[in-house]
């Protein structure tokens, strides 16, 4: 974002955060949000991008007028970046998938970046059809023929690839998804289908440690900076802080937490899978331990968890007090965009800091 799109963006967030004025904006166009990203669209406009209690997604260009702000849908079908998009409304995609279909509805979309459809089929079995950046694709098919297989992890694969659209679908995963399974929010739990997932082999994966991890990092607080003074100082304490060195190499998912976790007889299926790599494992365990305490955090699902299995303030053993904090840095600057939960970002940039801090000292 240029200087201009920067000042529009974080004055429209602080305008639309104070008394919770993002719902007011939400209200008329879409009541059963529960989930608003605030973003931008590269073009120095402000997104409005929506989750809906029926699991769907859609995305808005914000725009001003007399009466305050407004919402102009964003059509994805129109989305130059992802132009394979195009398919699910042409009458092609009966024939891609060799299926008649029945219904096709968003379930994520972020403009230009990536769009995730399910399609029920004529069986009434569901697909997802995935739509990526040329540059994630390539990426995607590259780590798709390094994907092992194991008898506790499995992987979505693909069903059916289209290369000229950036896509591909995939079967719906067996079993529920974690975030639904409260019983499991533990890490007793989940240390053995960890343990599994690190022992993967595959030689040819991109290399993942705690400096490509800082490096994403900063590029999110570089973005939430923009729009929530809490997490500005994060920036700082990631850049500084010294990471203890480790023995845990292995397989890496790179963005595990529980909604991209289906659990089948104690067996997982991964999703989202694009950004596998080899490296530090503790990327991926703390970073699900920390989605799970996460959970405990939210009141819309405090009453349906179970407690976390640490006590809320229990000290990390040394050699992950600079991941941890890494990790609540990212997460507050995931919620930092995110209106309704400006209290969770300024409670989670504390924590970051304190343990941040505490590596520094």
Not at 59 to 81: I, K, Q, S, T
Not at 203 to 226: C, I
Not at 245 to 261: A, N
Not at 289 to 307: I, K, M, V
Request: glycine share 6%.
């Amino acid at each position: 974002m240029n200087a201009p799109a920067v000042k529009y963006a974080e004055e429209t967030f602080t305008r639309l955060v104070k008394d919770g004025g993002w719902a007011g904006v939400m209200k008329s166009r879409e009541p059963s949000a529960h989930e608003v990203l605030v973003d931008d669209l590269r073009d120095g406009s402000v997104g409005v991008l929506v989750r809906r209690g029926d699991t769907t997604a859609g995305a808005y260009r914000l725009v001003e007028g007399p009466r305050g702000f407004g919402l102009d849908p964003l059509d994805p079908a129109c989305d130059a970046r992802l132009p394979g998009v195009a398919m699910l409304t042409d009458g092609s995609l009966n024939d891609r998938l060799d299926n008649e279909t029945r219904s096709c509805v968003t379930v994520a979309y972020r403009p230009g970046r990536r769009l995730v459809a399910r399609v029920q089929l004529s069986s009434g079995a569901n697909v997802y059809v995935k739509f990526i950046r040329p540059n994630a694709f390539r990426r995607a098919l590259s780590v798709l023929d390094q994907l092992p297989v194991d008898g506790l992890i499995a992987f979505a694969r693909p069903t059916v690839i289209w290369p000229e659209a950036n896509a591909f679908a995939t079967a719906e995963c067996p079993g529920q998804a974690l975030w639904q399974r409260h019983e499991l929010h533990t890490m007793v739990h989940a240390r053995p289908p960890l343990a599994a997932l690190a022992a993967l082999e595959a030689a040819a994966l991109p290399r993942h440690d705690a400096d490509s991890e800082r490096e994403a990092t900063l590029r999110l607080l570089h973005k939430a900076s923009v729009v929530s003074p809490a997490v500005r100082d994060l920036k700082e304490l990631v850049s500084e802080a010294t990471f203890e060195p480790t023995t845990q190499e292995g397989f890496l998912h790179r963005d595990l937490h529980e909604k991209q976790i289906f659990v089948s007889e104690g067996r997982w299926t991964l999703i989202d899978w694009e950004g596998a790599s080899l490296g530090d494992t503790r990327c991926d365990a703390i970073n699900l331990e920390e989605h799970f305490r996460l959970r405990t955090l939210r009141p819309d699902s405090r009453a349906a968890g179970p407690p976390y299995d640490r006590p809320p303030h229990h000290r990390p053993p040394h050699d992950q007090i600079a991941w941890r904090g890494m990790v609540r840095a990212r997460l507050a600057a995931v919620y930092a965009r995110r209106p309704q939960w400006k209290w969770l970002c300024e409670q989670l940039a504390d924590e970051s800091r304190e343990l941040l801090q505490a590596v520094a000292s």
